[in-house]
C-alpha cells in the first residue's frame, strides 16, 4: 500500500505553517459548524417552528442538525474529486468560503414570525451548504498536514486538524457563553442569538488569511509533476479500494455518534430534562471539549509509537464501556459528578479521533488518496453522528429513561469495533516505528 510522503526536503517552519493552518482553518469551520448545533438546542424552535407544539418544534431542530449530514457525502465526492485533480490547498480555501457565507447567513435570516414557512426552508438551504463544505474540509485539512509531515510523526502533525474540532466547539460555546452572559433572555431571543453567526465573518477572513499563504502538499505536488493524477477518483477507490473505504467509515461511526451525543444533545438534555442552568451546563461541555483536545494530541502520538490500530481498539472499548456510566452520572444533574461523567467520554472520543488523519492518510494510496479520505468520513458522519441527536431525543421521549440512549451508544460503538478489527497494518509502518524506537505490534 503506497504510504503518505515522508516530508523529505521539507523546512520544518512550513511544516509547523501547514499544522497551524489545518487547526486554524478547521477550527473555524468547526465554531461555525457548532454554533448551529448550540443555537439549535437553544433558540431554533422558537424562532424557526414557532406553530409547532414545544416537544414538536424541539425535535424539529434536531433534525435541522442532521440535515447537513445529507450534503456532506456530496461535499465529500466532489471536493475529493477536485482535491486529487487540482490540490488540497485550492479546495481548503473554497470549503472555507462557503462555510462562511452559510454561517453569516444563518445570522441574517428572518425568523417564522417574519415571513413564515420561507424561515426554516432557508435555514435548511444554509444547513446543507454547511454540510457540503464540512464534507470536502476535513480531508483536505488532514492531508495537508499528514503529507507534509515526516513518515514517523504522521499521526501527530495528523492530529492539528483533529483538534480543530473540539476547539471550535471550545470557541463557539464560549462566544454563546459571552453573549447570553451579557443580554436579557428577551435580548438574546431578539437578537442576541445572531452574534455569533455574524462574526464567523471576521473568523473567515483571518482563517482565508491564513490558509492561502502555505504551500501545496510535496505530495500532490509529485503527483501532478509525474502527471499521474487519477481521472476519476471516486470510482477508483469504490473499484479498487472497497476494503478500506469500508474500515474508514466504520471507525468513524462511534466517534462521530458519541461526537454529537456530547456536542448537540446533552446541552438541551440537561437543561430541559434535569434542570440544569444554561450557563453551568455550557461550563461542563467546554471543559469536556478542552480535555478532548489534550487526550486526542496523545492519542495521536501514542498512535506513532504502538500503531493506529491499537490506539482506536483501546477508544472503542473505552466508548462501548462507558455508555452507560455517562448517563447514570449525567443524570444526578450535579455539576460535580457530571464534570467527570464529561471528562472520561472525552478520553474515549480523543483516542478514536487522535490518529484518525494519520490513518485515513496510510488506507489510501495518494493519487485518490482526497476522495477516499472525504468520502468515507462523510458516510461515516452519516452513519453516525447525522442524526444522533435527534434519534436520542427520540429514544428518550419515548422510553422515558437515558438508558436507552446509552444502549444505543453502545450498540453503535460495537459496529465500529469491527471496522477497527480489521485496520491492516503494513511492514512499513512496523519498520518506521523501529526505527523511531517505538514499540511494534501487530
Known sequence: MEQASTGVGVPNPEIRRVALASFVGTAIEWYDFFIYSTAAQLVFASQFFTDLSPAA????????IGVSFIARPLGGVVMGHFGDLLGRRTMLVVSLLLMGIATVGVGLLPTYTQIGLGAPVLLVLLRLLQGLSAGGEWGGAALMAVEHAPRHRRGLFGAFPQLGAPAGLVLANAVFF????STTDDQFAAWGWRLPFLFSAVMIAIGFFIRARVSESPEFTRLKDARERAKSPLSEVLREHRGPFLIAAGVFIANNMVGYIFLAYILGYATAELDVGQ???LLVVVTGALSWVGTTLLAARWSDAVGRRRVYLVGSLWIIGWAFPFFLLLDTGSIPVMLPSVLMLSVGLGLTYGPQAALYAELFPSRVRYS??????????VLGGGFAPFVAASLQASTGTSMSVSAYMAAVGLVSLVAVLYIPETPDQVRERRAAGGTVTR
Open 372 to 381: 477516499g479520505a472525504s468520502f468515507s468520513y462523510a458516510i461515516g458522519a
Open 279 to 281: 450557563d453551568a451546563m
Open 178 to 181: 459571552l453573549v447570553t452572559f
Open 57 to 64: 418544534a424541539g425535535l424539529a431542530s434536531f433534525a435541522t
